[in-house]
């Protein structure tokens, strides 16, 4: 008999927000065998391309395996007594807010709640943000204003059970695969209906039953001419919003001034009449439905309003949190969910606590904490701005690249080299970030080396598991951040010994004086044991003290707002921040092609996922090609207010005249390298901070 094979180790996938379930097995050559996990339910054994070709990704070429001070190996004890240190001084000298911490959805959640203490609790400052920011804080701010909590009311078994699936501002056949496949499933089983909103007819859209390509920003009218015709043909739930609701009037009004028939929708968003009427006629018809909804709505200056919208014509039918009905947001990142829950982003606190005096008090009880952070801190987009003024002089960012993926890319590069401590708890040796002068680079573990946990897009807590040995020296991020704590002083309050103990933490701090009050209550998981934590299944929260989980919320639930009530929204007018010009004609939208992730820094490090789309390119009509003597696979300059970068032509019927796309996941130096976060305007939502990334007003011609 030949060597037994190891067992396969039980873990989730590290790129989407789908969070698929990974069977993976080491190779005994460095690398991973990988399949699909059959027992976990996001993904029942499936796996896309990405996650597929993770074997392929866990070479250490590239990797940083030692800490650097100032370009030099330095020892972890030199590398975290200076980064205490300074961060010790800066605080001393300048105040708490004049340091932060930029973190990101692929950190686990146990890394997350470690850095939010350290930062909210014992340094005294909100400033920790996230690059949720740029991904989902938008569904995050519709969520708190409808619900009065970042709470997504389904699950993905909705998918398989709803007549009718519309997708705004979702490429799921690329971004989100496995659910698409779920939808596809469901019309072949059952007949559902698929409907895709998208300014460019995308993957996604070439699978619909109907494609509305509205207007980029317009995805407001269109939905606001849903909830006046829900109106006008009776369809609303009289029940439901009677006893559940407030405001339904004032949006009402407001639609009416938006979208007051169907062809003033018609003119707004480009959509043909008969198409618009066919999409009313079945959301109307079609008694469970689910909209799903990603970056497209997300990343706009008014991503929060449209969340509103959509989430509106759900309230206004009564159809939430009952099987196969919903608004769904489709989370980006793979634990942007489970860094919300432990406070990740600047204007919240952990357990889904609030700057509110009772709240800020309970948690730093709980932390017995000597100084809590009593007001927000700096979302991304203005934390950069601060770092360029000089009020933030020391930033340590964690698993995240900003001078590739920020917005104006090239002022956030200039930005960092600002800086009086830049430390950099990274994967890779070199990135566009650490090249900006980091001071500290510190070696993390990476995805296959750590343990914790993390939060799909329908509230499932899933195991991350170590499958391979820590390379080098690094470590995992929770014990670094814990480590600089002691340096600081804080040692008794980061005694972490495992990533257990910190979810345990976080579960009772869920519970902690609860009673009921907030929807998010680990309290049925606060006292795993370390093997109970070793063996954790997926489960939806929130947890029971049975440990059973919850698919659906607010069908019966009250929701979250004081009086138990959702509430209606009525949105702005709807806009792009930045109009077109003369010398800016055409609308960039950005976004991610299918088989790469973020900034590639390991979906790049497989040849097959290589091969889809080799190098950076933007997509424009033929039309527009032609009219500007271009042809398929030439060199062309597009340019922004912000920078320029050139790219390689791709002529695209389905991309809308007057409209270009380009994908956000190269990086470099120069201007052919295709870092298209440069070129992207800076322009935030008011209520959630999330730039407009996918309306930018460009100037293309041939190079
Ligand atoms: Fe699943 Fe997303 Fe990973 Fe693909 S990338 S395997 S859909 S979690």
């Not at 309003?305 to 509106?312: E, F, Q, T």
């Not at 055409?586 to 991610?592: E, Q």
């Not at 920078?643 to 409209?659: D, W």
């Amino acid at each position: 008999p030949g060597p037994v094979a190891p067992p396969a180790i039980r873990t989730t996938c590290p790129y989407c927000g789908v969070g698929c379930g990974v069977l993976a097995r080491p190779d005994g050559l460095g690398g991973l065998a990988v399949e699909g996990d059959p027992d976990h339910p996001a993904n029942c054994g499936r796996l896309c391309s990405k996650g597929s070709a993770l074997g392929e990704t866990v070479g250490l070429e590239g990797r940083l395996l030692h800490p650097m001070v100032e370009g030099r190996r330095a020892s972890w004890d030199d590398a975290l007594g200076r980064v205490a240190g300074d961060l010790s001084r800066i605080v001393a000298e300048h105040g708490p807010d004049a340091v932060a911490f930029y973190l990101s959805g692929q950190l686990l959640t146990e890394d997350y709640y470690v850095a939010n203490k350290l930062m909210k609790g014992f340094v005294g400052s909100g400033n920790v943000d996230t690059n949720s920011r740029l991904c989902m804080s938008s569904s995050v701010a519709g969520h708190r204003r409808a619900f009065g909590a970042d709470i997504v009311p389904g699950c993905y078994a909705d998918l398989d059970e709803a007549d009718l699936i519309v997708l705004v501002g979702s490429n799921a056949a690329w971004c989100h695969p496995i659910l698409f496949r779920r939808m596809l499933d469901n019309r072949a089983r059952r007949g559902a209906k698929i409907v895709v909103v998208d300014p460019r007819r995308s993957a996604s859209a070439d699978e619909a039953d109907l494609f509305l390509p509205v207007a980029a920003g317009q995805d407001t009218a269109l939905f606001c001419g849903l909830l006046v015709h829900l109106a006008e043909s009776g369809a609303l739930d009289a029940d439901f919003l009677g006893g559940r609701t407030e405001g339904f009037g004032e949006a009402l009004a407001r639609a009416r001034e938006i979208a007051p028939d169907p062809a003033s929708v018609a003119r707004a968003t480009g959509i043909a009449e008969a198409d618009l009427a066919a999409f009313y006629d079945l959301f109307r018809t079609r008694e469970k439905v689910v909209t799903c909804y990603s970056q497209g709505v997300n990343q706009s200056a008014q991503g929060t309003d449209k969340v509103g919208a959509i989430v509106n014509c759900h309230l206004a039918t009564g159809r939430i949190g009952r099987p196969g009905m919903g608004p769904l947001s489709l989370t980006g990142q793979p634990n942007a969910m489970g860094g919300r829950e432990v406070g990740g982003l600047a204007n919240m606190l952990a357990a889904h606590m609030n700057y509110l005096p009772a709240e800020i008090d309970r948690v730093g009880r709980f932390w017995d904490a000597p100084r809590m952070a009593r007001r927000e801190g700096l979302k991304a987009v203005a934390l950069f701005d601060a770092i360029d003024r000089g009020e933030v002089r020391a930033l340590w960012v964690m698993a995240t690249n900003p001078a590739v993926s920020l917005p104006d890319a090239d002022r956030v590069r200039a930005s960092l080299a600002k800086l009086d401590l830049l430390v950099v708890s990274e994967n890779v040796a070199s990135n566009d970030t650490t090249s900006r002068g980091a001071h500290v680079l510190l070696p993390a573990a990476a995805w296959g080396e750590k343990d914790g946990t993390v939060t799909n897009s329908e509230r499932r807590i899933s195991r991350q598991r170590a499958v391979l040995p820590l390379p080098g020296e690094a470590k995992p991020d929770w014990w670094i951040v814990s480590a600089v704590a002691a340096r600081m002083g804080f040692a008794s309050a980061f005694p972490y010994r495992k990533a257990a103990d910190i979810f345990r933490e976080h579960a009772a701090l869920t519970a902690f004086e609860n009673g009921g009050e907030r929807v998010l209550d680990l309290g049925g998981l606060a006292d795993l044991g370390d093997r109970g934590y070793d063996d954790l299944a997926p489960v939806q929260w929130p947890v029971g003290a049975d440990g059973e989980g919850t698919a659906r919320l607010f069908a019966e639930r009250p929701f979250q707002t004081p009086d138990g009530r959702a509430r209606f929204v009525a949105p702005a007018l709807p806009r792009l921040a930045t109009e077109t010009s003369e010398a800016y004609p055409f609308v960039l939208n950005t976004g991610r092609i299918r088989d790469q992730w973020h900034t590639m820094t390991r979906s790049g490090r497989s040849p097959r996922l290589g091969s889809h789309r080799p190098a950076p390119f933007v997509e424009l009509h033929p039309a527009d090609a032609a009219r500007l003597g271009l042809g398929d696979g030439d060199l062309a300059r597009v340019s922004t207010a912000m920078g320029s970068c050139v790219l390689e032509t791709r002529l695209a019927e389905g991309q809308p005249p007057g409209t270009l796309f380009s994908p956000i996941h190269w990086s470099g130096e120069t201007s052919s390298d295709g870092r298209i976060g440069a070129l992207v305007h800076d322009h935030v939502d008011p209520f959630s901070g999330q730039p407009e990334m996918k309306a930018s007003p460009a100037a293309i011609t041939p190079e």
